[in-house]
C-alpha cells in the first residue's frame, strides 16, 4: 500500500495521496511530490510530515481541487476572497468563477398552500364529472356519487408537490373532512358552464360509504 503524504496545515494534519498532488505538478503540493531537489520531498519520501503555514479551516478546499479539479463548491458561510487568496498561496490559479457557491436546497410550498391547489384542481374535477353525467341525460338525483381516491390521485398528477400528503386524505377521516372543506370553497370559485345554471352549495362525504364524495345543491 502507498504510504500516504502527511501534512500539517497550521498545526491539522491532513492526509492524502501523491499520485493526487502530482496531478498538478507546477502547483506547490505538486513540486512536494515531484521535485526531488526540494527538502519536503526528502520528508515525504521518509514519511514524516511537512508542516505549512496556512489555514486549515480552508485547506479542504485546495485539496477538492487536487481530488476533483474544478468547479470548487465553497461553503455559503465561507468568504470567497479568503478561500481565492489560499488557492494563490499554494500556486492554484483560478479566477473567481470557478467557485461556486453550493446549489440552494430545493424549497416546497407550504402545507396550506399545496393543499389549496389540490382541492383547487379537485373541484374542478369533481364540477367536470358532474356535468358529464348530467350530459347523458341523467338527473340530479339519479347521479351517482363520485370516488374520492380516483379524484384524488388524478388531481395529483397536476399537483405533483401534494404526493405526500394523499396517504393521510385517503386514510384520516378528519384530513378528508378538511380537505372537504377547502375543495367546497374552490367549488363556489369555478365559474359552471354557461349551460349548468345551477349554484352548488357544499361537497359532502357520502353516507354509507367512506371513498365516495357528492355534490349537495342549493
Same mark, same amino acid.
Given at each position: 500500500?502507498?504510504?500516504?503524504?502527511?501534512?500539517?496545515?497550521?498545526?491539522?494534519?491532513?492526509?492524502?495521496?501523491?499520485?493526487?498532488?502530482?496531478?498538478?505538478?507546477?502547483?506547490?503540493?505538486?513540486?512536494?511530490?515531484?521535485?526531488?531537489?526540494?527538502?519536503?520531498?526528502?520528508?515525504?519520501?521518509?514519511?514524516?510530515p511537512v508542516f505549512i503555514d496556512a489555514d486549515p479551516s480552508l485547506f479542504p478546499y485546495v485539496l477538492d481541487f487536487y481530488r476533483h479539479g474544478t468547479p470548487i463548491?465553497?461553503?455559503?458561510?465561507?468568504?470567497?476572497?479568503?478561500?481565492?487568496?489560499?488557492?494563490?498561496?499554494?500556486?492554484?490559479?483560478?479566477?473567481?468563477?470557478?467557485?461556486?457557491?453550493?446549489?440552494?436546497?430545493?424549497?416546497?410550498?407550504?402545507?396550506?398552500?399545496t393543499l389549496r391547489r389540490l382541492a383547487k384542481r379537485f373541484a374542478e374535477l369533481m364540477l367536470r364529472e358532474d356535468w358529464l353525467r348530467k350530459s347523458v341525460g341523467?338527473? &340530479?338525483?339519479? /347521479?351517482? !356519487?363520485?370516488?374520492?381516491? $380516483?379524484?384524488?390521485?388524478? @388531481?395529483?398528477?397536476?399537483?405533483?408537490?401534494?404526493?405526500?400528503?394523499?396517504?393521510?386524505?385517503?386514510?384520516?377521516?378528519?384530513?378528508?373532512?378538511?380537505?372537504?372543506?377547502?375543495?367546497?370553497?374552490? &367549488?363556489?370559485? /369555478?365559474? !359552471?358552464?354557461?349551460?349548468? $345554471?345551477?349554484?352548488?352549495? @357544499?361537497?359532502?362525504?357520502?353516507?354509507?360509504?367512506?371513498?365516495?364524495?357528492?355534490?349537495?345543491?342549493?
Amino acid at each position: 500500500m502507498t504510504t500516504p503524504v502527511r501534512l500539517d496545515v497550521g498545526g491539522t494534519e491532513f492526509k492524502t495521496a501523491k499520485s493526487t498532488l502530482g496531478r498538478h505538478p507546477q502547483t506547490l503540493l505538486g513540486q512536494f511530490v515531484t521535485n526531488e531537489s526540494t527538502a519536503e520531498y526528502q520528508l515525504i519520501q521518509q514519511g514524516q510530515p511537512v508542516f505549512i503555514d496556512a489555514d486549515p479551516s480552508l485547506f479542504p478546499y485546495v485539496l477538492d481541487f487536487y481530488r476533483h479539479g474544478t468547479p470548487i463548491f465553497v461553503d455559503g458561510s465561507v468568504d470567497v476572497r479568503r478561500v481565492m487568496r489560499e488557492l494563490h498561496f499554494f500556486g492554484i490559479q483560478l479566477d473567481r468563477a470557478q467557485l461556486q457557491p453550493p446549489d440552494e436546497p430545493e424549497t416546497k410550498p407550504p402545507k396550506s398552500e399545496t393543499l389549496r391547489r389540490l382541492a383547487k384542481r379537485f373541484a374542478e374535477l369533481m364540477l367536470r364529472e358532474d356535468w358529464l353525467r348530467k350530459s347523458v341525460g341523467q338527473s &340530479v338525483s339519479g /347521479v351517482p !356519487p363520485l370516488n374520492f381516491t $380516483q379524484l384524488l390521485q388524478e @388531481a395529483i398528477t397536476e399537483v405533483s408537490e401534494a404526493e405526500e400528503y394523499a396517504q393521510a386524505l385517503k386514510t384520516s377521516q378528519e384530513e378528508r373532512g378538511m380537505f372537504l372543506v377547502c375543495v367546497e370553497a374552490e &367549488v363556489q370559485n /369555478v365559474k !359552471p358552464r354557461k349551460d349548468v $345554471q345551477v349554484r352548488y352549495a @357544499a361537497v359532502r362525504p357520502y353516507v354509507g360509504n367512506t371513498d365516495a364524495v357528492w355534490l349537495q345543491y342549493e
